[in-house]
C-alpha cells in the first residue's frame, strides 16, 4: 500500500460512498469532504456522519484510516445556478437534451476545492465519484474533463495530484459489484439503508434498493442497477 492520503469527495449517496470504502481499501489516511451548496435538499448531508459511523464499523482498518470530515459552504454557486436542485423546480429535459438537474460548473468548483484541502492536509489522491458510463448527460463527469482539469490544478498549484474516478467505466449494477467486492453484504446492506440519491429528497418508501421517490431519473438508475446487480447473483 503506498504511504499517500486521498480526499474523498463524499456526499452521502451511494456512488461517493462507494468510493470512500475503495479509498479505505487503498491508502492509509482517507479524509472526506462535503459541500453545501444550497441544494433544494439537504438529506443527502445528513446521511454523511451516519455513514461515516456504519463504514468504521465494519472494518478495524478503515476505522484507523477515515480521517476528519471537511464541509465547505459553496452557497455561491447556489445562488448563481438556476436547476431542479437549487430551485423549486419541476426536474425537466433542457433544450439542449440536459437535464435541468445539471448545475454548470458543479464539479469543476468541487474539485478546484477539493485541490485547496488536499493541498492544505497534504493529501495526493482526490477521488470522485463521476461516471461517463451511466451518467446523466452531465459534461463535467466526462473523463476528459477531469484528466483536464487535473491537468490545470496539478499547473495552477504546483503540485501532482491524482484525480480518481473509480465509477467513471461501470455502470450502476457495477458499483453495486464494486461495493460488494469492497465491505461484503455489510456494506451493501449500509449503502441501501443509509446512503440517499433520490432528486426529491425522498425518504419514503423503503425498497429492495433502498429509500427513495422511486420514479426520479435518480431513483429509477439505483433501481435498475440494483435490479441488475441482484439478477446477475449480487
Ligand atoms: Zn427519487
Known sequence: MTDEGALVL???GQDSTTCLTWALARYPRVET?????GQRHRIEMDCRARLR?????????????????HVVVLDAL?????TALTRDTAIAMAADGLPNTFV????????????ALAYRRDLRRIVGGMCETDFSGYPDCRD????????????GMDRRFVL?????????????????ATGGQGLVELIVEDTHTCYLGQRGDRHDWGY????????ELRAKGYATFVADGG
Request: aromatic share 10%; charged share 15%.
Open 78 to 82: 447556489g445562488a448563481i445556478s438556476e
Open 33 to 37: 469532504l462535503g459541500f453545501e451548496y
Open 144 to 155: 476528459d474533463a477531469i484528466k483536464a482539469l487535473q491537468v490545470a490544478l496539478n499547473l
Open 164 to 180: 480518481e474516478t473509480p465509477l467513471m467505466w461501470i455502470d450502476k449494477a457495477a458499483t453495486w459489484a464494486l461495493a460488494k
Open 104 to 115: 454548470p460548473g458543479r464539479n469543476i468548483v468541487f474539485l478546484t476545492f477539493a485541490a
Open 212 to 219: 427513495g421517490c422511486g420514479t426520479c431519473p435518480a431513483c
Open 10 to 12: 463524499f456526499s452521502g
Open 53 to 69: 459511523t456504519g463504514i468504521a464499523a465494519l472494518d478495524p482498518a478503515w476505522a484507523a484510516r477515515l480521517g476528519d470530515d
